[in-house]
């Protein structure tokens, strides 16, 4: 049974590797409308800002960029939400093993 729940376990986590293998381009960040004259509301533009090794920076976006930008940016949340379940399953893959070699150590009652 133990060695059931272990293959499975590394089953998911093989999945998932290959699910974060084929994600494609990415980048962090969160893209929004700035406006050149913010009382009014005219003159807007894209502006996509992120931090990346302790530094904040913003850039500009232009139109024909949109589409990938965006695509990219999807592509790096699912990234982090795979990352998220990647570790989870790891953890408990472990969990598992522990167990495993713990009840193989004990001496048996007497």
Do not use: H, W
């Amino acid at each position: 049974m133990q060695a059931k729940t272990e293959a499975l376990a590394e089953a998911r986590i093989r999945a998932l590797k290959d699910r974060i293998a084929r994600l494609g381009p990415m980048r962090p960040g969160l893209l929004t409308v700035q406006y050149k004259d913010p009382a009014r509301k005219r003159g807007a533009y894209r502006q996509i800002s992120y931090t990346f090794q302790k530094r904040s920076r913003s850039d500009y976006v232009r139109p024909d960029d949109l589409p990938r930008i965006r695509e990219e940016l999807k592509n790096y949340a699912r990234f982090k939400a795979l990352c998220e379940k990647l570790v989870a399953e790891s953890l408990a893959l472990s969990k598992l093993r522990s167990a495993a070699s713990r009840n193989r150590t004990r001496p048996p009652s007497a």
